[in-house]
């Protein structure tokens, strides 16, 4: 059995990673509309994985014996109305996952809980890469400025970006 106050820490976490495959999801979108196609290709792969990251909580859970509650996803909200104004926001709200997924650590921690903590190395590691990747694309896309051909180059780049389905834990 998993304790009951590190199950609602994973059920909070779990909304919010189905929240992230939801706020990726408007942001393909977005670049839909731009007809950025490597952008899209960018997204979707965030989705896929933002929905395994969920899964591997979802899955974890169930296996711990713990009670799984799925709760109302807000709606997603792009803030930005340029491509580099989007990937600020991107790189904020994963700021936030990280700090959120540090939270659930906590409590795994308070209750000692080292099942969880070996689980939780593996998402926080994850934040690391998702982090730098996220780092990445804005740099050059500070770089890239209002260079529309250099913009072009950047979308080509992001088209071969291809969903690798993570083992978790
Ligand atoms: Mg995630």
Known sequence: MIDEKLQEAFNDQINKEFY???LYLAMKVYFQEL??????????????????????????LNDRGGKIDLR?????????????????????HEEYVTSRINHVMDVAEEVKDRAAMHLLDWYIKEQVEEEASVGGVLATLRLIGDDKKALLMLDKDLAARTFTAPVIG
């Not at 933002?50 to 591997?56: D, L, N, R, V, Y």
């Open 20 to 22: 992230s495959e939801y």
């Open 35 to 60: 007809n950025l196609q490597g952008f899209v290709n960018w997204f979707d792969v965030q989705v896929q994985e933002e929905h395994a990251h969920a899964m591997g909580m979802v899955n974890y």
């Open 72 to 92: 109302a996803i807000e709606k997603p909200v792009v803030e930005g109305n340029t491509p580099l104004e989007v990937f600020e926001h991107v790189l904020r």
